[in-house]
C-alpha cells in the first residue's frame, strides 16, 4: 500500500531560534488555516512564540458518518457524536500513522521529541490524546479544548497497562457547550487522573462549543511553562 500523503498544514514560524514545536488539530470539518484564522481572529494576532513553531495540519476529506457518510475534513470517523458508543478505531489508528510522520519531520528538523506538544480543540484534542497516550508518551505534554474520549476509549485501555511517566493534559470546557457536553469532558478528564496522567480542567461558565480569548490566553501561558525558551549552547 503506497504511503498516506503529507498532510497539508499552515505553520506559524517562531521570530527567534526554533527549539519547540507545537501542533495544533482543529476540530471536525475545519482545515489548519481555518483553526489558525479563527486563533488570530480571537488575540488579534497570530498564536506565535520567540521559540515554538505551530504547525497546523488540515485532516484528509473522508466519509464522515454523523453527517450520513458526506465527506468532511476529519481526523477519524465516529459512528455517532457521544462518549457511550465503540470508537472507531481502525481509521483513529491511520491518522495516528499520518500524524506520526508530522512528529518525525520536526524530529529530524533537530527538535527534541520532549521539546514538542501537540493538542487540539473538540475532535482535535480527542485525536491527540490517542496519540500521545497511546503512541508517544514521551512527548512534552497534551491539550484538548473542548474534547472528549469515549467511555471504554482505547486510551484507557492502553494506560491501564502503562507504567512511564506521562505527558501532562491541559483541559478547558464550556459549561454551555452543546455538542460535546461538559460532563463528558470532565469524565475524560477525571478517568484519565485516576489512570496516572497529571491533568487540570479549566471550566468556562457559559461557554458553548468555541474557543474565547481567555482560554487562549490561558493555554499560551501553559504551552511556555512546557516548553520554555532554552538558553543559546556556548558554541553557538
Known amino acids: 500500500m503506497a504511503a498516506p500523503a503529507a498532510l497539508q498544514r499552515s505553520v506559524v514560524f517562531p521570530a527567534g531560534r526554533h527549539t519547540a514545536s507545537l501542533i495544533f488539530l482543529h476540530g471536525s470539518g475545519d482545515t489548519g488555516q481555518g483553526a489558525r484564522t479563527w486563533i488570530k481572529q480571537i488575540l488579534n494576532q497570530d498564536m506565535a512564540f520567540q521559540h515554538i513553531k505551530v504547525i497546523y495540519p488540515t485532516a484528509p476529506a473522508r466519509p464522515y458518518t454523523p453527517m450520513k457518510g458526506a465527506s468532511s475534513t476529519v481526523w477519524f470517523d465516529r459512528y455517532k ?84 511517566v506521562l505527558p501532562e493534559l491541559f483541559q478547558c470546557h464550556g459549561t454551555a457547550d452543546e455538542l460535546v457536553r461538559y460532563s463528558w469532558g470532565e469524565e475524560t478528564n477525571r478517568t484519565l487522573k485516576s489512570l496516572g496522567v497529571s491533568t487540570s480542567l479549566h471550566t468556562f461558565p457559559n461557554l458553548n462549543h468555541e474557543l474565547n480569548r481567555t482560554e487562549i490566553e490561558n493555554l499560551k501561558a501553559w504551552i511556555v511553562k512546557k516548553l520554555p525558551v532554552e538558553a543559546a549552547k556556548a558554541n553557538e
Open 81 to 164: 457524536i457521544s462518549n457511550d458508543c465503540p470508537e472507531h478505531i481502525e481509521s483513529i489508528d491511520a491518522m495516528c500513522r499520518g500524524l506520526t510522520d508530522l512528529i518525525n519531520d520536526e524530529i529530524k528538523n533537530g527538535i527534541a521529541k520532549n521539546r514538542i506538544l501537540i493538542g487540539g480543540f473538540s475532535m482535535g484534542g480527542g485525536m491527540a490524546m490517542h496519540l500521545a497516550y497511546r503512541f508517544h508518551q514521551d512527548l512534552a505534554g497534551v491539550f484538548a479544548l473542548s474534547s472528549f474520549l469515549n467511555k471504554d476509549s482505547a486510551v484507557y485501555q492502553a494506560l491501564k497497562r502503562n507504567e512511564s
